[in-house]
């Protein structure tokens, strides 16, 4: 009882319950046939907004304004540059991931640059970098369409253990996560400047650093993101990333981290994830049509933000 | 005497100055570029990017942000593009609706002291799907009438400056001259004084939720007109665009400093990075890439200016 | 001059009394203004005089007392109704928008300038009473007020309070309008100030120079505690009387160990500010006390002191210098996390290793800190807001305490505090202080201050005296404060 209880005053709760009460929805249409499948399928595309999410909800946390603009750029130019390099050779296959990674770091450290030299609010910064790094995309693919390497291609579309391996990505990834926020002192603080950056300074915490490691976090999980997804669709396409600036910011919230900062929740990213695949799932088994689907999405994102904020001004 | 060396004539010096270069150097590289025709050209596509600044521009005046720009844009181009065409009393009043809507939107936000990005966000998802609905596939027909005007050719000067002119002045006039411009800009630079004052805030968020949703109206209009037909995803790029545009012309994210003029000039600036390329024989993939850092550009002078203007100051 | 009579006060206000928690800001006050007068308001810090001006001007609505306009008891009073009654307030905050130009921000105040031709309307009434108040200045109405000067700020924030659109003027409050003026500004102020008495309209006037408080006002009230001490007509005073009855009425000379710190090698220096007035030091296991009115400087110097001693972009292992706020909402606590987190925060590099963080250390540390200090909690799992203030406050102390830095900066702490806290807090300091930790203690209440071994006290945002020792008294601390380097 008490465990229950318990459960219930987890913000993230709310996410998974709804996400399981569409699964069933579906299931019961489909006569249970269809399960296993869409479980599947569901886990793979979720798990590319659960990477993304994750490193938003890392920026979102350090309090009001901070917000990434760049992850779907950083997301396309990662996975670009990283299938250039491999050139469907499996042994360049470390190589590549390496490069995408550094293209993240490298975002990264440009989006804070860029908000601290020129003293502009996070949005404009991420935006402008964001133009840029879209622009050389699109100039490093020149439409050509590159195949993955056999191997990494197989393996983002296989399982083990019956979950996809993207799904096992985005696990480890998530716990890792979780690990820096709940038990070391950078989660501490990045919590800690959320809540205050005034008495985050205060209070003897490198601000700027701490600010720092979090943009080039949030940037390495969206190259890491546009690696697997270029990788998972058999190329790389320059819109790859569009769907992912407008959903990386949706499921942290609807996922139940603060809008406000200081308040990371990892799990919620887990449920609101699966949640929007499985509503875009359910409406289609029922076959409503992407113009309903998109609708819901935007009134379930305002529900949860007018209920959350609703929540706070009580608590003030 | 006016002092020429106010911070809001040096946010308008930047972006005006920044314009006249790539407009020199596009001349230069490409005398034709002078004439009637060339300027039609180069600036057409400037005037529903002008309209959708403004709008932006006057929600981030009370210290908002509008994520829905663009879907909403394209919303209304999918309504101009079928209901005002073969229903215009329909349209209208499906247009008249969302006006409403947006009002509603600035009530709730103030009311539930909502986050604006996160509202917008799911408005975005919102109008979006409204626009699938109603345009499935890429189609529709601009009516007539907006058609012939989008494409008049009124003597001497060409229509896209004509009206990016218009739209400036009409915007300054509206939010930097009049009375009610006033307390809408006071809301954003001190809310509690202009609330001691004794003015409604939540009316004065309502009032400009609405008019930035009918200035994205008209944005919608002035796109299909032109483009003559319209689909769910044309203008999504118009939410970043719009964003950049208005800092580009010297607008901040917070404290009600916007500048219509220069709003204007900073779409106009963002439309002609692109075609500058193709003058430079640059590949146009660099397009967007040259509005990047054109802003980049410009924010850094503005910094420069500003740390210049202290020391005169302090001097 | 209290006069009988047929003229009613402006307004009258008997037998107010507030308080906020703890703390009683007015105790049976009564205050009424004539017409044609001008009242001086003085007091040290908490003395209530904020309190009584708000309560003045609609702001704030009293607990206890009535409030009558012109002879007539109002029951609901309110901003809006102070406004149309003709009382007006310039604050000592500005509350102009700094991105509307003089003449917009006068049509934010006064409502009624709207339709055709109001621009004009507004910018030659508010260049009328600029040119009428202030002759000689160089203010252009259509100037942003973000791109003014402070002076020039406070210029046109008087001036729109004195203009008339819609309402006459009957009552303006003046509160500290002078501090961001230089002298002949200020000359200009008061003699505008007492023109317009002549005409009929009432003035409140605080400042902190004793000086035009004498010369300007009619009739002084002086007040301590929430409490009139003194009301009478400006003759009556001079300047040593009215510091004189600003102190405690009876207090012997408090048994306070003096010690003096043999001057050595200071731990911890500070250039003068603005140019003016004396350097800062401090010395190992001193407490030094910064006196004075609030906002003259004294939390500025101590964020300087901390902000150049600590790092923004490396985490350090010994940290130099510690803060406790005393602005708790702004910069003390973290309102999300429990009071285990908010002390240990300041502390965690010796509660891990590589970055991660053993809770049962920091748990440890906790426990200690919170027997040591006695936060009052049954659970520190609990919310940080679930404590009282002063408990919260153990908490910030607890957590620069914990820290292993040698100087202490404290940011007036024992704000809105009970007493007991207060003195379980000075002893901690205490014995702190003689391991050798060094206090730097911004305080606004005078018997914190009296406890320091040294007092710099601040007047006008630089340090215009030094005490030591036997100096340390009431009386040199209030002088100081209102006299400038006079002790």
Same mark, same amino acid.
């Given at each position: ?7 219930? !005053? ?73 299938? @250039? ?60 369409? %590159? ?155 305002? /529900? ?13 | ?28 590289? =490409? ?17 529903? %990017? ?84 109603? $345009? ?35 915007? !300054? ?143 | ?47 209530? *005089? ?79 009473? $600029? ?6 200045? !160089? ?58 008495? *002549? ?87 001193? %407490? ?22 600590? /790092? ?51 748990? @440890?540390?906790?426990?200690?800190? @919170?027997? @040591? ?18 408990? =919260? ?41 003689? *391991? ?52």
């Amino acid at each position: 009882m008490i465990v229950i209880k318990r459960l219930l !005053h987890k913000p993230w709760i709310w996410s998974f319950v709804a996400a399981v009460t569409v699964w069933f929805v579906t299931i019961i249409f489909t006569g249970g046939a269809s399960a296993f499948g869409l479980t599947q399928a569901t886990l793979t595309f979720a798990a590319f907004s659960i990477i993304v999410g994750t490193g938003q909800m890392f920026v979102i946390t350090l309090g009001p304004g901070n917000i990434d603009l760049s992850v779907p750029a950083t997301m396309t130019l990662a996975g670009t540059v990283a299938l @250039k390099v491999m050139d469907g050779d499996n042994s360049m296959i470390v190589p590549g991931l390496l490069v995408a990674i550094a293209i993240g770091f490298a975002i990264g450290i440009c989006n804070y640059g860029l908000i601290k030299l020129l003293r502009i609010p996070p949005i404009i910064a991420t935006l402008s970098m964001s133009f840029i790094v879209q622009s050389t995309a699109i100039w490093t693919n020149r439409g050509l369409r %590159i195949k993955p390497p056999a191997v990494l291609a197989d393996f983002t579309i296989s399982t083990t253990m019956g979950i996809p391996n993207v799904a096992w990505i985005a696990l480890i990834l998530t716990i890792i996560a979780y690990w820096l926020l709940q038990k070391t002192i950078y989660g501490r603080w990045v919590s800690a400047i959320g809540q205050s950056i005034l008495a985050a300074r205060m209070a003897g915490i490198p601000v700027d650093g701490v600010r720092i490691a979090t943009y080039v976090l949030c940037a390495l999980l969206a190259s890491v993101c546009g690696f697997l997804l270029a990788n998972f669709s058999g190329g790389a396409a320059l819109n790859m990333g569009s769907e992912y600036l407008l959903m990386s910011i949706a499921v942290v919230v609807i996922g139940g981290t603060a809008v406000g900062g200081g308040d990371s929740n990892v799990p919620g990213i887990w449920g609101a994830s699966l949640f929007m695949f499985l509503v875009v799932s359910m409406l289609n088994t029922y076959g409503f049509d992407a113009g309903i689907r998109l609708i819901m999405t935007g009134i379930i994102i305002i /529900g949860v933000i007018v209920l959350a904020g609703g929540n706070n001004s009580e608590q003030r | 005497m006016i002092n020429w060396f106010t911070r809001d004539a040096a946010r308008l010096l930047i972006p005006a100055l920044s314009l006249t270069v790539l407009l020199l150097v596009i001349f230069y590289l =490409q005398p034709r570029a002078m004439s009637y025709n060339g300027l039609n050209l180069l600036f057409n596509l400037a005037v529903p %990017i002008a309209l959708a600044t403004i709008a932006q521009m006057l929600i981030m005046t009370v210290n908002d942000l509008d994520l829905s720009m663009g879907t909403f844009v394209s919303f209304v181009a999918c309504v101009v593009a079928t209901f005002l065409n073969t229903n215009p009393l329909l349209g209208v009043a499906i247009l008249a609706a969302s006006i409403v809507v947006y009002a509603a939107l600035g009530v709730l936000i103030h009311v539930r002291n909502l986050p604006s990005i996160v509202v917008t966000l799911g408005m975005s998802f919102v109008w979006g799907g409204l626009a699938v609905l109603i $345009l499935p596939a890429p189609g529709g027909q601009s009516p007539v009438w907006l058609r012939a005007f989008m494409v008049s050719k009124p003597p001497l000067v060409p229509l896209a400056i004509i009206a990016s002119i218009l739209i400036a002045v009409v915007a !300054h006039l509206l939010i930097m001259r009049s009375s009610l411009g006033v307390v809408l800009r006071g809301v954003g630079g001190n809310l509690r004084s202009v609330e001691r004052a004794g003015w409604s805030i939540v009316r004065a968020r309502a009032t400009i939720y609405a008019l930035a949703a009918l200035f994205a109206i008209l944005a919608g209009l002035a796109l299909v007109g032109l483009a003559t037909s319209a689909d769910a995803n044309i203008a999504l790029r118009y939410t970043l665009l719009s964003i950049a545009g208005v800092i580009l012309g010297g607008g901040e994210f917070v404290g009600g400093r916007v500048s219509p003029i220069g709003a204007v000039i900073g779409a106009l600036t963002l439309t002609l990075a692109g075609s500058f390329l193709s003058f430079l024989r640059i590949s146009p993939d660099w397009q967007i890439g040259a509005q990047g850092m054109i802003l980049i550009v410009v924010l850094a002078l503005r910094l420069l200016f500003n740390r210049l203007e202290k020391q005169r100051k302090s001097a | 001059m209290t006069m009988a009579g047929p003229q009613h006060a402006v307004i009258e206000v008997t037998d107010a009394k507030m308080s906020f928690g703890a703390v009683k800001a007015l105790d049976g006050i009564t205050l009424a203004i004539q017409p044609g007068e001008c009242v001086g308001l003085v007091g040290h810090n908490g003395a209530g *005089k904020s309190t009584i001006v708000n309560v003045v001007n609609g702001g704030l609505t009293l607990h206890e007392g009535r409030i009558a306009l012109g002879g007539q008891p109002v029951d609901k009073y309110n901003v809006k109704v102070a406004r149309d009654h003709g009382v007006r307030c310039v604050f000592q905050e500005l509350s102009l928008c700094p991105n509307l130009t003089v003449t917009e921000n006068t049509r934010i105040i006064h409502s009624s300038l709207s339709g055709w031709g109001w621009r004009k309307r507004a910018s030659s009434v508010v260049r009328a009473k $600029l040119d009428e108040i202030f002759p000689g200045h !160089h203010i252009q109405v259509g100037a942003l007020v973000g791109d003014l000067t402070i002076s020039e700020k406070q210029m046109v924030e008087i001036a729109t309070a004195f203009s008339e659109i819609a309402q006459k003027v009957r009552l303006v409050i003046l509160d500290e309008p002078t501090s961001s003026l230089d002298a002949s500004l200020a000359a200009q102020l008061l003699k505008y100030v007492r023109a317009f008495i *002549k005409t009929g309209g009432s003035v409140i006037l605080i400042s902190h120079i004793l000086g035009e408080i004498l010369s300007t006002c009619d009739r002084i009230v002086v007040m301590k505690d929430g409490k009139v001490v003194a009301a009478r007509p400006s003759p009556e005073f001079t300047e040593h009387s009215l510091v004189e009855s600003m102190g405690s009425v009876v207090k012997g000379p408090s048994a306070r160990p003096v010690r003096d710190i043999s001057p050595g090698t200071p731990v911890l220096s500070a250039a003068r500010r603005r140019e003016q007035g004396l350097p800062f030091r401090a010395h190992k296991g001193e %407490i030094i006390g910064l006196a004075g009115l609030g906002g003259h400087g004294q939390t500025e110097t101590l964020t300087d002191i901390y902000l150049r001693h600590s /790092g923004n972009w490396l985490r350090e292992q010994t940290p130099k210098v510690a803060f406790v706020a005393g602005d708790r909402r702004l910069n003390g606590v973290f309102p999300l996390w429990s009071i285990i987190k908010n002390m240990s925060i300041s502390h965690l590099a010796d509660l891990s290793t590589k970055g991660l963080i053993h809770r049962q250390d920091e748990m @440890k540390l906790v426990e200690t800190w @919170k027997a @040591k200090i006695e936060v009052r909690t049954k659970n520190v799992e609990n919310t940080i807001l679930s404590l009282s203030g002063g408990n =919260q406050q153990k908490v910030l102390f607890a957590r620069a305490l914990a820290t292993r830095a040698d100087v202490v900066l404290m940011d007036d702490p024992t704000r809105g505090v009970d007493i007991g806290t207060k003195q379980e807090v000075y002893s901690i300091l205490r014995s702190e202080a003689d *391991k050798g930790r060094t206090f730097i203690w911004y305080s606004t209440e005078m018997d914190e201050i009296c406890l320091c071994d040294r007092v710099y006290v601040f007047n006008n945002g630089a340090i215009v005296a030094e005490l030591k020792g036997d100096e340390v008294t009431e009386k040199n601390i209030l002088a100081a404060s209102f006299m400038g380097a006079a002790a």
